[in-house]
């Protein structure tokens, strides 16, 4: 198997170690395991392309590269430059450091990487680890995505169905706030709402009087509806939730024909 990895926390972010344990084990001794990763950190950028202007690459080392763009941007130069003798079998996105359940999906770079991945019509999966403060201080934070994130993909690969629609699925994987042994499962869970929590700005001024903003994240630990993703994570659970990047509402589309 020829694995891609990409991430949103750029090349040396621990999570993406833990990521290419987790490829190398998938892709066993005859495989091979490809890094292209942001050279600094593109956290937010959602499924962000650097279309107006052109993105530097580097060689780090043997299949390992870090481009001066997005996770998305990554891939498309995974796919196409670094890779493109032949494609890979398999991307994957992360272990992102922090959890991209809820509203976070919609601004997760990591779920961008996975989207393009789609979109290029190859299977994706993005990884994310809850902190919390059973793992926040650990010596390895990430522990429950290392020990559980290959069986974990190899159960998806397998039971993923053949998928020839436009917009391919992928999958959004969120490791729950604790440790290894403490992981009670998987549930398969659609993607919650954290109400009262939304992104704010906090404004400061700058030595020189100039007014800047920094965006704040709100409560990460606020529980969504029983049964989607942030809910069964804060319960000790792996979310795993399918995912595609049609952004139509289907459910309103009969509905307003008629009304107009």
């Known amino acids: 198997m020829r694995i891609l990895i990409t991430n949103d926390d750029g090349i040396n972010a621990p999570g993406l170690r833990v ?4 490829a190398a084990d998938l892709a066993g001794p005859g495989g091979e395991v490809w890094v292209v990763a942001p050279a600094f950190e593109q956290s937010g950028v959602g499924h ?14 043997d299949r390992r590269f870090a481009a001066e763009g997005s996770p ?5 130069a995974g796919i196409h430059d670094v890779m493109a003798d032949a494609r890979p079998d398999l991307v994957l996105s992360g272990v992102n450091r922090g959890n991209n359940s809820a509203q976070n999906a919609l601004y997760s770079g990591t779920l961008g990487g996975a989207m393009e991945a789609a979109l290029q019509g190859i299977p994706a999966m993005a990884l994310s680890q809850y902190l919390g403060p059973q793992n926040f201080t650990a010596d390895n934070p990430f522990e429950a995505a290392g020990v559980h994130g290959p069986a974990l993909i190899r159960k998806l690969l ?6 020839e629609d436009d917009y391919r699925l992928f999958f959004n994987i969120n490791f729950p706030p604790v440790s290894a042994d403490d992981v009670r499962g ?17 404004p400061h001024l700058s030595p020189s009087g100039r007014r800047f903003v920094w965006i704040k994240g709100g409560d990460q630990h606020i529980q969504t509806e029983p049964g989607s993703d942030a809910a069964v994570n804060l319960d000790g659970y792996i979310s795993v939730t399918p995912m595609r990047a049609d952004l139509t509402c289907h459910s309103t589309l009969e509905a307003l024909k008629d009304a107009l």
Request: charged share 20%; aromatic share 6%; proline share 7%.
């Open 19 to 22: 990521m290419e344990e987790i």
């Open 48 to 61: 962000c392309i650097s279309y107006t202007h052109p993105t530097l690459m580097a060689k780090m080392g």
């Open 72 to 76: 998305a941007d990554c891939v498309l």
């Open 158 to 163: 397998k039971a993923m169905p053949q998928d």
């Open 186 to 202: 998987t549930v398969v869970a659609r993607q919650g709402y954290r109400r009262n929590a939304p992104f704010t700005v906090e």
